[in-house]
């Protein structure tokens, strides 16, 4: 079971991540499989919007405020945020988008991909 993690700051007010899976060998599935995110962030009002394929999964959730001190996380008892199939070919896109208004934004994300 392949699992990514990723820490993404995110600069600029209102600023965005058009695809965290971009260059990754995760990017297009080599097979079918269970797509599993978690994901947290240090403010309030940094949104998520997962696809596959053609198929918009979920449409700009607000992601959980990470309150570890260590930043630490995501749990994955506590911040699951999306969970969807994706088909072998099916191109994996995770945008981010910081409409917090915040500087400096840090995103943690999980992603566990479990081959069907």
């Known amino acids: ?14 600023g965005s991540v058009p695809n965290l899976l971009t260059g990754s060998k ?12 978690y994901a947290t962030a240090t403010v309030a009002g940094v949104e998520l919007e997962c696809s596959a394929g053609n198929t918009v999964e979920t449409d700009l959730l607000e992601l959980p405020v990470n309150t570890s001190v260590a930043l630490t996380g995501p749990s994955v008892q506590d911040d699951r945020v999306a969970a969807f199939t994706a088909m072998a070919g099916d191109r994996l896109t995770l945008r981010l988008f910081n ?8 995103v943690r994300t999980l992603v566990e991909i479990r081959p069907l």
């Open 1 to 14: 079971m392949p699992t990514l993690r990723f820490s993404t700051t995110i600069a600029a007010a209102g």
């Open 26 to 37: 995760f990017e297009y599935m080599p097979g079918p499989a269970a797509v599993i995110v």
């Open 99 to 106: 409409r917090a208004g915040g500087a400096g934004v840090i």
